[in-house]
């Protein structure tokens, strides 16, 4: 089992399969979107995203692990959530995951954070559940959206 702890890197999603399945708190997922492609969004409606990189904040207490095991599986899910719908499509995948253990949700305040430097944010995605503009966001290079998960979880930090 990993030991996790506020880490200003990122995780490869490969050593995060190992992850205890009660983790809690929040995370940003990295992902790497090689070409163009259309995901419909549920009642958000359908957009195209152009390639690049996109980083998605999301949190689970008492359940992260299992959430974050479903994002970085090599499987087709059942879209549940916004992100398994993007996930889905072959040509998306988690190239990194940034962790912040907290019995709090941090999800919100991660990405308020992220949107502060990406490139645009995906409106009314990933954020059905709050008032958030969003919880998807957009870099074109891939060192601004790892600039911008270190920040966020620097200073959003967790529960030491």
Same mark, same amino acid.
């Given at each position: 089992?990993?030991? +996790? ?49 996109? @980083? ?18 090599? +499987? ?14 072959? @040509? ?69």
């Amino acid at each position: 089992m990993l030991k +996790f702890k506020v880490n200003l890197g990122l995780y490869d999603p490969k050593k995060v399969k190992k992850i205890s399945r009660d983790f809690s708190g929040g995370y940003l997922l990295l992902i790497r979107l090689s070409k163009a492609v259309k995901v419909k969004f549920g009642s958000v409606g359908t957009r195209l995203l152009e390639p690049g990189y996109y @980083v998605y904040a999301g949190s689970a207490i008492g359940k992260a692990g299992w959430r974050l095991l479903r994002h970085i599986g090599p +499987f087709r899910r059942r879209p549940h959530w916004h992100i398994d719908r993007l996930l889905n499509k072959r @040509v998306a995948k988690v190239v990194a995951i940034g962790i912040l253990p907290s019995m709090r949700r941090t999800e919100c305040a991660l990405s308020r954070m992220v949107s502060l430097m990406a490139n645009y944010s995906l409106a009314g995605v990933g954020s059905t559940d709050c008032d958030c503009p969003s919880h998807l966001h957009y870099f074109k290079k891939r060192s601004d959206a790892v600039t911008a998960i270190k920040k966020a979880i620097e200073k959003v930090g967790g529960d030491h």
